[in-house]
Every structure is written in C-alpha cells, then in structure tokens.
C-alpha cells in the first residue's frame, strides 16, 4: 500500500518494501508515476502498516519532506 500525500506543488508516495499484502515490486514505482510532482520514499525492511509499526521514522521523514 502506497501512503501518498500532496502538499501544493509536491507530492509524495511512501512504500515499505517488505509489504506482504501489497508487494513493493508489483505497486513500488508506479504510485508515485501517478502524481504530478511526485517522489517516492521507499524503506527496506517496512511492512504493511508501516505508519503504526514505525511511525516514529515516517513521521520525521514527513516532516523533512514539507520543511523542503
């Protein structure tokens, strides 16, 4: 499952690379093909559910990502 977010010009997917129920290499890539300024940060090792099993980590990559 990809975690997208928009914020103005620049959007953004997040995708765990260990997602079982949504295999990165089948949905990694071709979510953020479909934003128009978009960027994907990926994070080996992450599940399904990875904004409540490692939400310390996403929530200050999002954080960077809006303060850029």
């Not at 099993?53 to 996403?58: C, K, L, V």
């Amino acid at each position: 499952m990809a975690y997208i977010f928009l914020l103005g010009d620049f959007d953004g997917a997040l995708r765990g690379e260990d997602d079982q129920i949504v295999p990165f290499p089948l949905m990694g890539a071709k979510a953020v093909k479909l934003l128009k300024n978009g960027k994907l940060i990926s994070y080996p090792g992450f599940p399904h559910g990875m904004p409540t099993t490692e939400a310390a980590t996403i929530n200050k990559d999002l954080l960077a990502f809006i303060k850029s």
